[in-house]
Nanobody, 115 residues
Framework: QVQLVESGGGLVQAGGSLRLSCAASGSISSIDNMGWYRQAPGKERERVASITRGGITNYADSVKGRFTISRDNAKNTVYLQMNSLNPEDTGVYFC?????????WGQGTQVTVSS
């Protein structure tokens, strides 16, 4: 099992920035893929960004140019830097780790963007 703990969410004005953190219970260097997902009320969970073990990143079209996913292997932590936030970015953000065919989720952290 992999335990993931997200932090860094909060309330921010439109145009502002937040940095989310996802701390893993073990080495993230052995995880095939880590990603950030979000879920707005009444909507399905969607992938926002991901980073592979080799450092390849992918982003949803809606956040390209605004969000950056990164990792710090020494701290076993993955980050999501979110800039130029807008109200459509509001939701609960979840961290996910995948190793092989196994996936693990964090508890989520709330991000609210006011207009």
């Amino acid at each position: 099992q992999v335990q993931l703990v997200e932090s860094g969410g909060g309330l921010v004005q439109a145009g502002g920035s937040l940095r989310l953190s996802c701390a893993a219970s073990g080495s993230i260097s052995s995880i095939d893929n880590m990603g950030w997902y979000r879920q707005a009320p009444g909507k399905e969970r969607e992938r926002v960004a991901s980073i592979t073990r080799g450092g390849i990143t992918n982003y949803a079209d809606s956040v390209k140019g605004r969000f950056t996913i990164s990792r710090d292997n020494a701290k076993n932590t993955v980050y999501l830097q979110m800039n130029s936030l807008n109200p459509e970015d509001t939701g609960v953000y979840f961290c996910r780790a995948a190793r092989g065919f196994n996936g693990y989720w964090g508890q989520g952290t709330q991000v609210t963007v006011s207009s």
